[in-house]
């Protein structure tokens, strides 16, 4: 996958027996996979916080590509009982799932508290996606070369899990936090890949970031600062969605894709570019914090992973 054969979406092999899902597909990063998939034949499940958004989107889809096989589902990551109810539904209708393309996020917003009273970020970055992960375990063990892709950002490099206050009460930044949701990503996807290899088991996580993409992610849900910089000043330097899908795509689909391995793009400072497998911050990759936070995120979920037993 070096520079010499830089990977373009052209590249996805044919999907047309594959299902897979992807969160928050409704938009950016995951309007632009969802929309690749669907070119390639996937059968793509969007789960979407607001389905009225999410069946425009199929609508279009549709129109574009006419064999598409999309279906529409809704889930607020934020919500832990959401999750719940959304892998019941699942799972009486599908047999197995083949790709999990943990996608959804929110950025930077002022300090907001999921129902279950998690700090906004940290519940629907990753606990939404750790929960939503275990409970479709069994779907993704019957598919076919299964994955599980969760996307995390370099700013994982700046994050710090505040294991102590993880929800900010008593000290809260909007950019701190959102780093540590990310930092969280990362080091969920390294724990579970750990898990699932000493389990025998046959699916693969893999891990990916966009690098610095022009979405709603920059200007939704910022305030102040955050958003001046990230939703104007460096607009110009970002990439477009197709673009800066392409990381989690590979990841998705690439035959040659490992499990453990961090995809991102190749140019200057992984801001933009072609996917290729990136550094992993060491602390991503502690065998400490994986435990604990593995740890602390079954027991705020009530979701434990029903691995295989090992041969």
């Known amino acids: 996958m070096g520079n010499q054969q830089r990977w373009t979406a052209d590249q996805i092999p044919d999907q047309s027996k594959r299902v897979f899902l992807v969160t928050g597909a ?176 046959p699916v693969r996580s893999v891990l990916a970031h966009p690098g610095y993409t022009s979405t709603n992610l920059q200007t939704s849900s910022p305030v102040g600062m955050v958003k001046l910089l990230f939703g104007r000043i460096l607009l110009p330097l970002a990439q477009s969605p197709d673009q800066g899908a392409l990381s989690q795509l590979y990841a998705a689909t690439a035959p040659s894709a490992a499990g453990g391995q961090f995809i991102g793009p190749d140019g200057m400072a992984e801001l933009r570019g072609a996917p290729k497998v990136v550094e992993l911050a060491p602390r991503a990759a502690d065998a400490e914090t994986g435990r604990r936070l593995w740890e602390l995120s079954e027991k705020l979920t009530a979701v434990r992973f029903a691995f295989p037993a090992a041969a």
């Open 26 to 201: 409704n938009s950016g990063l995951g309007l632009a996979t969802t929309r690749a998939l669907a070119r390639k034949g996937a059968h793509v499940i969007l789960a979407v916080r607001d389905e009225g958004k999410g069946r425009r989107v199929v609508a279009d889809l549709t129109a574009e590509y006419p064999d598409a096989r999309l279906e529409v589902r809704q889930v607020d990551l934020a919500d832990l009982e959401s999750v719940r109810a959304f892998s019941e539904l699942l799972h009486s209708d599908h047999a197995r799932l083949d790709v999990l393309i943990n996608n959804a996020g929110v950025m930077a917003p002022p300090r907001t508290l999921s129902p279950q009273g998690h700090e906004v970020q940290f519940a629907a970055n990753h606990l939404g996606h750790f929960a939503l992960t275990g409970l479709l375990l069994d779907l993704l063990e019957a598919g076919d070369n299964p994955r599980v892709v969760t996307v995390s950002s370099p700013n994982h490099r700046q994050g710090t899990i505040f294991f102590d206050d993880v929800s900010g009460e008593r000290k809260y930044s909007p950019m701190a936090y959102y780093n540590q949701s990310k930092l969280a990503n990362a080091v969920f996807g390294w724990e579970l890949h750990q898990r699932l290899t000493a389990a025998g088991s």
